[in-house]
């Protein structure tokens, strides 16, 4: 309670929501034009010592005008608090990298660019990292064909990547739900 009226306090001109959940969890939501400023006073200032960025995550909500909701995880070994910091995004909204702050935030941010397509500003190495070789869009908004595109895999015969036609065929299958040993008859 003392931490949450503290970063209240310290923040009240940058936040604009400040909760308390249960078990040391403080949830802010912030503008996404003043994350590096509250990043900084939540990292640097020895009473909150937020040193730890534990995740990067983002949320879709397709129906919304700011339709991504970002969220950071900090954590402060000295406390033992969880601190949740949101910020809200739309489609072309451009945020500020944190890797300055935080070098753990560098592949977090590359993920969420590669699935959300969201851009972080003065990101050093903005490159996909698990969507294919050439694929346009980004997997987690949903927004591509599921036909007409190459699918790309190595062939251990010729020896090097092959680029094929991409075939979505399912055949039919038989299920036996029954256990092995309900199958089995007694004597």
């Given amino acids: ?64 005008n700011q339709r991504f909701q970002v969220n950071y995880l900090l954590y402060s070994p000295y406390s033992t608090i969880r601190l949740h910091l949101i910020l809200y995004a739309s489609a072309n909204s451009k945020i500020p990298s944190i890797n300055a702050l935080f070098k753990s935030s560098l592949w977090l941010e590359r993920e969420v660019w590669d699935l959300y397509g969201l851009f972080f500003v003065d990101h050093p190495d903005l490159r996909r990292i698990l969507s294919d070789y050439g694929f346009e869009g980004h997997p987690m908004r949903k927004d591509f064909p599921l036909s007409g595109y190459l699918e790309v895999r190595y062939n251990d015969e010729i020896k090097k990547i092959v680029f094929e036609p991409l075939k979505l065929s399912q055949e039919f299958r038989y299920f036996n739900f029954l256990s092995p040993w309900e199958n089995k008859q007694i004597n």
């Fill in 1 to 64: 309670m003392v931490m949450s009226s503290a970063i209240e306090a310290s923040l009240s001109r940058y936040i604009s929501l400040l909760g308390m959940r249960v078990n040391n969890y403080i949830v802010i939501s912030i503008p996404i034009t003043r994350i590096i400023k509250i990043l900084s006073i939540l990292k640097n200032t020895s009473f909150f010592s937020f040193l730890v960025l534990t995740d990067l995550w983002v949320v879709d909500y397709l129906e919304n």
